[in-house]
């Protein structure tokens, strides 16, 4: 098995701010790893860079596709990473408003990705839309609303479903429960622990949540002021934490 | 009888950086191997250490010096050294672990919970799930809690939920934490003959057992842990 991102020596700068400071990271086939850490550790900056949507100033990022081919992620050619986010990658962002279209329907929204992936027969794409949004607890009757009338959960659910019907590889996840309920978030991370599972994908996902790390995650990197204090087994860095922020950041947590 | 487990000078130390720095030596230079089919029981008083270096085998704690070589694929790894990947893959094939509490996934029924790493390591979906069916039976769950999640079983049945588990799936070596700490005599005895099958199949156990009689009749050896400061 070979990986299927392996990054080293990141870098970025942003004036006299450092948001990543000789970063290092091995993402494995269906492996979920968690990136933790205070606001402003420089979390969401690796998940840009990670995605090619900003460059860094330094370091190496290599991406393996399914053709087997070996991409440089910082030098990707718009179209090729266009056609990546796809394909072959998706995204949950923290606020379903960034990913969603509120001038279409529900159905549209997560049909969207399908037709952009090549898929063409509308009845077919209904179909498979339809089972996508039962997979994600909206009842398929709700296939026709308008999702700016959908609770903030359902819309979150209706993001995944979006980002997870081509069946990506690699799935980069920004605070994906951030701004829910406690109760609804529960479900949400349980949802997405299904869903992960099931599909064997690797994700990347970024959370101040200490709990949905330790429920979703194979591996943790803790990361402060941009760089990655310590890293491993999700249970090692949480029930033997080594840097003292780390411990902080565990202690803060009642029995994650 | 081929040994499994070789533990060598194995030591841990906690660091407490919100605690000024506090240093705890939880162990100071453990040496002990477990062979194929035997069970070693750790003994000693409470904070001697014994959960800490179970967990030291099973990887959720760092070693911070010494040696933990387990038998693997023809070969040996030394689990003081090893990197997540390499721990992920031994823990879904060769070591099983069975710690006092249930972490619960929320909403996911027991069966699944216990089917679950029969099916990482590598069975059948209906038959991990047939034998996991099997395995609550007989440690008395009854079959309507089968279908729930074990969010609001007593402790007694979590315990028993977390047994099945461990005991699902092939494995080479198991650490048994407290196993019968939460049950009646009856479920303990259970748990005494999935000992024995266990260990008639070949199987090393590193366990701790509260419980005198049980302790007795399952464990081939003790392995007597003293705390570290009372030994300076
Ligand atoms: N994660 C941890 N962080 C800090 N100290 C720890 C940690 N885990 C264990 N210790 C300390 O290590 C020492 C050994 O604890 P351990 O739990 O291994 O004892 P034990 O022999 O299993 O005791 P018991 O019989 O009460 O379960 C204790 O002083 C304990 O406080
Ligand atoms: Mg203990």
């Known amino acids: 098995m070979t990986p299927l991102l392996e990054a080293a020596g990141l870098q970025l700068r942003f004036g006299r701010i450092t948001a990543l400071e000789d970063v290092s990271l091995t993402l494995w086939p269906s492996e979920v790893v968690a990136i933790v850490g205070e606001s402003g550790s420089g979390k969401s900056s690796l998940l840009r860079v990670l995605s090619g949507l900003q460059r860094p100033d330094a370091g190496r990022i290599l991406y393996r596709g399914a053709d087997g081919s070996l991409h440089d992620v910082p030098a990707l050619s718009e179209a090729t990473r266009r056609r990546l986010m796809r394909s072959e990658w998706g995204f949950v962002f923290q606020n379903p ?29 209904r179909q498979e839309v339809a089972q996508w949004l039962a997979r994600v607890e909206i009842d398929p009757a709700r296939i026709d609303d308008d999702p700016a009338r959908f609770s903030g959960g359902m819309q979150q659910r209706l993001q995944i479903a979006r980002s997870l019907i081509t069946r990506p590889r690699l799935v980069f996840m920004d605070e994906p429960t951030g701004g829910l309920d406690v109760s609804v978030q529960a479900r949400l991370l349980d949802l997405i622990r299904g869903l992960v599972a099931d599909l064997g994908l690797a994700v990347l996902l970024v959370t101040h949540d200490i709990a949905a790390a330790r429920l979703l995650a194979h591996r943790i990197m803790v990361m402060r002021g941009g760089r990655v204090v310590e890293e491993g087994l999700t249970d090692r860095v949480l029930d033997d934490p080594q840097h003292p922020y780390t411990q902080l950041l565990v202690s803060s947590v009642l029995a994650a | 009888m081929q040994e499994v487990l070789r533990i060598e000078g194995l030591a841990k130390t906690f660091t407490l950086h919100l605690q000024g720095g506090a240093r705890i030596v939880a162990l100071d230079g453990v040496s002990l191997s477990v062979a194929a089919g035997e069970c070693v029981a750790l003994a000693g008083p409470s904070g001697a250490g014994k959960s800490t270096l179970m967990r030291c085998v099973w990887g959720s704690y760092g070693a911070g010096a010494g040696r933990i070589l387990l038998r ?47 099916i990482a390591a590598g069975m059948a979906a209906e038959e991990a799930r047939e034998r996991a069916r099997a395995l609550l039976l007989r440690l008395n769950l009854p079959e309507a809690l089968h279908a729930l999640p074990p969010a609001t079983f007593s402790g007694g049945e ?28 009856a479920n303990a005895e259970v748990v005494v003959g999935l000992i024995e099958e266990a260990k008639r199949a070949g199987v090393a156990i590193l366990g701790i057992f509260h419980d005198q009689a049980v302790r007795d009749r399952v464990a081939d050896r003790l392995f007597e842990l003293h705390p570290v400061r009372e030994r300076a």
């Open chain 2, 158 to 185: 979590q315990q028993r939920v977390n047994l099945a588990r461990g005991f699902g799936p092939p494995r080479r070596l198991l650490l048994l934490d407290e196993p019968t700490a939460s049950l009646d005599p």
């Open chain 1, 97 to 125: 408003r960034d990913a969603l279209r509120f001038s279409v329907s529900a159905g549209a929204n997560v049909g969207e990705r399908l037709m952009a992936a090549g898929w063409r027969h509308y009845g077919r794409i």
């Open chain 2, 72 to 118: 693997h694929a023809g070969g040996e790894i030394d689990l003081a050294r090893a990197d997540a990947r390499s721990l992920r893959e031994i823990r879904r094939t060769a070591i099983g672990y069975v710690s006092q509490f249930l972490r619960v996934i929320p909403r996911v029924p027991a069966l699944e919970i216990v089917a679950e790493p029969m």
